[in-house]
Structure formats: structure tokens, C-alpha cells
């Protein structure tokens, strides 16, 4: 018995005793009659110059570096409620791969399919060359479903259909593909494909770049000599602009001038004006003053007198406000002893009103639960008898033999044949025989043809259509056309008997 602890790169697998399939972990006890395996998960690189061909049958060079470990994250059942040894023995998960071999356990199916023992580096170059088997496969399958076009336009999506082709291959031995890289393409032995689009992109890069140099010359020229003459047309421009504006500036200064004498006229006589106003303001506002003075005088005289009316008519005012204020209050008073009332009265009623409701809801759930059982009694015996029928059915061989005893049971065999009889009650077919030609009566059905002249066929089957037309005016009530068929015989132009079928053999035809 001993401790095993894996490195942070690694994952113990123990088999044996008390261990239904392989236990993955990190450090448990390994005890006798069991053996525990280290196995690493480092991922590693695998490059590869894949030769593969297009839909267009073009071979080219896929280089391609994939890098691949075990996938230590998809622990499907055993990644909830493993907390011990004895739980993983037990098998008790709640997931839906709890009855797999490997309970959905990526690091358990590569444990079981290609993990090795770290410390002897056994079967690398077998799990090398399944990887890269997948790898192969798997590109050259996409590659061939793709045309050269769409792997260069659409490369991202060329690297991401790989990659999910790849990972669901990979995922049966469960591993995981951590990063995916294509390079460029390359030709195959024998193809120049990629070296000629290269030489014709550069061609065409080569003569662009002259275009666009002789391009770049024109416009430069053109460009100079237009520059020239912009020049030349600004400056003669700019000098008028200039004399313009000098003379307008004399006329604005001269104007500015005139303006300027006038001003100084108008503030000196709003000045003297503004002057004269307020001496005759001063004087207004002493007379106004003095007016006020005595105004306010006597309106407080008149105040003092008015206050003394006031009072009195104040303090009957307060006496009559009290006593409306009682008679107030006890209104208010009864309005809300009435209120109170009613606010009870209506309590109760809506007590009552609920306790009604509730009663009514818990005998509408009684009678559910009464139907419910009433229906599930039913349907048991519905189950019942259908469990009956089958027994029976397998004591007859088969429902065909259920169906026949349960129609002589009821005498649905007996009601099908009185249906039948009474659907033929009464019926009176009328069936009509007539014979044509002097042999009918001695040659049988075949005749003797030595004895018969050569017309004597045609005769008889245009003897034959008279009788067939009265017959079927007779039955059916419809009168065929004349004008191809003729008219109706008369009763003496053919021999025609009508007769109950008795079975004989007869001449002519019915």
C-alpha cells in the first residue's frame, strides 16, 4: 500500500481491486491488488506538409501544425459528486453518460485507449501516427470538397471546418485540439499553380506601378503649369482689390469726420436740455412732496376714527364665528360617527362575501378531486381490459383470432348475414336469351363448319344487335340511335324468349 501523487501535468489512472473501471485522480491511495499508471497531459505539436487535391483536381502542399492533449475539462459524469474514492466505485452521477464504459470521461477514454506509463515512453509513435491519420483523413476529405478559390477567399472558414472535423474524430479518444495553425500554400512536386499566380500578380503589379508613374508624371505637369497661372491671375487680382480698397477707405474717413462734428453738436444741445429738466424736475418733485405730506395727514385721521369702528364690529364678528364653529363640530361629529357606521357595515359584508367564496372554491376543488379519481378508477379499467384483450389475443394466435371470437361472440357474423339477406329480399333479375341461324337448335356452341356458308358468321352477329337493343330498352329504358344502330325489332323479327335462368348451354349470344 502506498500514496501516489501526480505532477501538475499529469493524472494517476488505478485499476483493480474495488475499481469497476479506471479511477482518474490526482493522488489517492493505491492499494494491494491494485496498479496505478501515470499518464501526462501536455499537449504537443504536430506539423505536417499534407500533399492534398481540389475539386478542380489541382494538387498543392497544406502545411499545417496542430496542437493536440488530452482534454481535461469534458469529465462528463464523473465531473459532479466525485469528491471520493468509494463515490467513483459506487458510480453514483447524475448524468446522462453514467451507463457509458467511460462515463463521458475524456481523460478516462484516453486512459483507456493511449495513455502510457510516463516513466517508460512507451507507444509514441502509435499515438503519433493515429493523430496524424486523423489529421490526414480528415483535411484531405474538406480539401477535396473545395474548390482552389473558395480555400483562399474563405480561409477562415476553411480553417474552422477543419478544425471541427478534426475535434469530433479527436473527441472518441478524448482529446482536444488547443490551437490549429495552416500556413501558406505550397505547390506539389510537379505543379507551378501557386508560382504562376505569383509571377502574374507581380507582372500586373509591375505594370500598374508604371501606369501609375506616367499617370503621376501628367498630372504633375499639368499641375504645374495650372499652379502658374493661378498664381499670375491672384496677384493682378489682389492689386485692384487693393486700389479699391484704399478708395474706400478715403471716402469711409472723410464720412467718419463729418459724422463725428455732427455728434458733438447734438450731445452739447442735449446736454443744455437735460440740464434745464432737471431744474424743472427739482421744483415738481417739492411741490409734490409738500402734497403728499398733508395727503397722509389726513388719511391717518381718518384711520384712527375707522379703527374704532373696527374694533367693535372685530369682536361681534369673533362672537358670531364661535358659535358657528360649535354647530360645525357636532355636524362633523355625527357625519363621522355615520361614516364609522357604514365603513362597519361594510366590513361585514365584505367578510361575509369572502367567507362565501371561500367555501364555494373549497367544494369546487373537492368535486375536481372526486372527477379526478373518478376518471383515473376509469382508466385503470380501461388498462385492465386492455391487458384481458391481449391475453386473449395471445390465446388466439394473434388479434385476427381476438377479431373472429369477439364477432361470433357477439353475433356480428349472424347480423352480417341477415344484412345480406335483407339486400337481396325481393329481387327479380330479368334475364333475357335469344338464338339467331338455322343451326342453333342441332349444332351445339361450336356448329359444324362444312354445313354453313361463308356469310353465315356475319349474319348472325347482325341478327344479333335487333334483339340486344330491345333488350337493353326493355331493362334500362335508353333508345340507342337509329342512325347507327337501325330501329327496334318487332316482336316477330327475331325468335327471343324470356325465360328464368336455369343453367342450360344456348346458341347466340345474351
Known sequence: MSYKVAAPDEYLAITGMNVKNVFITKAAWVWPFQRCTRFSVQPHDYAMNLQAMTKEKLQFLLPVVFTIGPDVNSRGANSKGLKTHANT??????????????????????????????????????????????????????????????????????????????????????????????KELKDAVGSTYFQSLSQKAHEGATNQARIDVAEAQLRGNVGEADRHGQQERSIAKINAETAVQKTDRDVERAAAEANLATQKTVLSRDVEIARIQATRATEARDEDLKKEVQVKRAAAELERLRAVDVVKASIARESKQQAADAKAYEIEADARANFEKSNKTTDAAAYKTKMDADAWSHAAIKNAEANLQKKLKEAEGMVAMADAYAKMSQAFGGPAGLLQYMMIENGTYVELAKANAAAVNGMQPKISVWNTGSEAGSGGAGGQGSGQDSAATLRNVYQLLPPLMSTIHDQTGITLPEWQFGKLPNNDGAKQDQLQYNGNKTNGGR
Open 89 to 182: 466505485q459506487a458510480g453514483q452521477s447524475g448524468h446522462d453518460h453514467i451507463n457509458d464504459e467511460d462515463r463521458g470521461d475524456a481523460l478516462m477514454k484516453y486512459a483507456m485507449l493511449l495513455a502510457e506509463s510516463t516513466s517508460q515512453k512507451k507507444g509514441s509513435q502509435y499515438l503519433d501516427n493515429i493523430v496524424k491519420g486523423i489529421i490526414e483523413g480528415e483535411t484531405r476529405v474538406l480539401v477535396s470538397s473545395m474548390t482552389m478559390e473558395e480555400i483562399f477567399t474563405e480561409r477562415e472558414e476553411f480553417k474552422r471546418r477543419i478544425f471541427r472535423n478534426i475535434h469530433g474524430e479527436l473527441d472518441q479518444f478524448g482529446l482536444k485540439i488547443y490551437n490549429a495553425n495552416v
